[in-house]
């Protein structure tokens, strides 16, 4: 499989059918750097670049599956290396993109950023890269930055249903909320992580103050969480814990 940039940002390979849902540094958190195994401990050497033939465009293509594989397993620091090698020699849009993606996951926003950057330069028009570079800085509270990337990704592709979630949450934490909740039914009309919407529009209306409109919102997100999803389960797990709590922790204030 050729790995490439998904429409959400993340890492993955075609055909993989993976949805997961977005990474938000504000309201999820930035991953917590952990210890890798170094290369060559767990996926043995790395293969050659160029094979005997001089088949360029085909390894490129094979380490870029192999990297997206190793990405998929946890094993960020044997990816990171092999997109560093295949960097080194062939300038990329793409392998930018996802090495600053697994730098991100690793805390290492500085890094990312300048990958995103250089992504950016490579091919100004990729949607995802824009919405990657946003939640890198809205992860060094950047905000004012994160929502003017949220919008290229926006108006480069209108149904980036990601960067319009993206996007809500960081208006939220600027307390504009009209903007958020606005994000957020456009984002509904695209049919498209039902469930993850409406916690953060409940999550919304909560902070506005408009606890009728965030209950109501929090059962629709349960509702919706409970049916059938590509997400993975551990996730949607963690976000019917989440909304429940919300849900809960707002009754006790309206009975109080």
């Not at 890492?11 to 949805?19: A, E, T, W």
């Not at 401990?41 to 001089?54: F, R, T």
């Not at 409970?226 to 429940?244: D, G, H, N, T």
């Amino acid at each position: 499989m050729n790995a490439h940039i998904c429409e959400d940002g993340n890492f993955c390979s075609i055909g993989s059918g993976r949805k997961d849902m977005p990474v938000s540094s504000r309201e999820m958190g930035v991953a917590s750097p952990r210890a890798m195994p170094r290369v060559g401990e767990a996926g043995g050497e790395m293969p050659e670049l160029v094979d005997g033939a001089g088949n360029d465009t085909e390894r490129v293509k094979q380490w870029r599956s192999i990297a997206a594989q190793k990405a998929g397993e946890g094993d960020r620091a044997y990816a990171i290396e092999m997109l560093s090698q295949l960097l080194a020699q062939y300038e990329s849009a793409i392998d930018y993109n996802n090495r600053g993606l697994l730098y991100y996951y690793n805390g290492e926003l500085d890094l990312a950023l300048a990958d995103y950057n250089r992504a950016v330069a490579l091919a100004p028009a990729l949607a995802a890269t824009y919405n990657n570079r946003a939640n890198c800085y809205a992860a060094k509270g950047e905000l004012v930055e994160a929502i003017e990337d949220y919008d290229m990704a926006i108006d480069l592709n209108p149904f980036h249903v990601r960067a319009l979630i993206n996007q809500g949450i960081a208006f939220r934490h600027l307390e504009m909320y009209d903007l958020a909740i606005q994000n957020f039914d456009i984002a509904l009309g695209l049919g498209q992580m039902e469930g993850y919407i409406y916690a953060q529009r409940g999550r919304t209306y909560q902070a506005d103050g408009d606890w009728n409109c965030a209950i109501a919102d929090y059962h629709r997100a349960l509702e919706a969480l409970a049916q059938p999803s590509r997400s993975p389960a551990k996730l949607i797990r963690r976000w019917q814990f989440l909304v429940e709590t919300w849900l809960e922790q707002l009754m006790s204030m309206t009975t109080a």
